[in-house]
């Protein structure tokens, strides 16, 4: 599970507040769909938790509800963050998995 950290602005009675925001994030996976039957596996979406949402900066401890359309930006942002996390996370699981079947393969030769 990777961690999302999201910043974004709202403006609240002509002031700009500051906010962070965190999301849980299990990476989604392309799946497989060519090659051997026992070898493939359907696609699996990312799925996203959010955590918590703070005020920082010079409004920090400020209390208040965002609104639908708010909480949609902050929503959003995490996803797309997400998206960009998964990315990566993916591409480091593809590399694990790759060095592994090499290693293995060369322990097969004796290497």
């Given amino acids: 599970m990777l961690e999302s950290i999201y910043y974004f602005t709202i403006e609240r009675d002509g002031e700009e507040i500051e906010i962070e925001a965190t999301a849980e994030i299990t990476p989604g996976d392309p799946g497989?769909?060519?090659?051997?039957?026992?070898?493939?596996?359907p696609p699996e979406d990312p799925e996203i938790y959010t955590n918590d949402w703070k005020v920082i900066g010079e409004h920090a401890g400020l209390d208040f509800e965002l609104t639908d359309a708010e909480e949609q930006q902050?929503?959003?942002?995490?996803?797309?963050?997400?998206?960009?996390?998964?990315?990566?996370?993916?591409?480091?699981?593809?590399?694990?998995?790759?060095?592994?079947?090499?290693?293995?393969?060369?322990?097969?030769?004796?290497?």
């Fill in 32 to 41: 497989k769909i060519s090659g051997p039957p026992e070898n493939c596996y």
């Fill in 74 to 111: 902050m929503l959003d942002g995490l996803l797309e963050n997400a998206e960009n996390l998964a990315e990566d996370a993916r591409s480091d699981y593809e590399y694990d998995q790759w060095k592994e079947r090499r290693d293995e393969d060369l322990r097969s030769m004796g290497r």
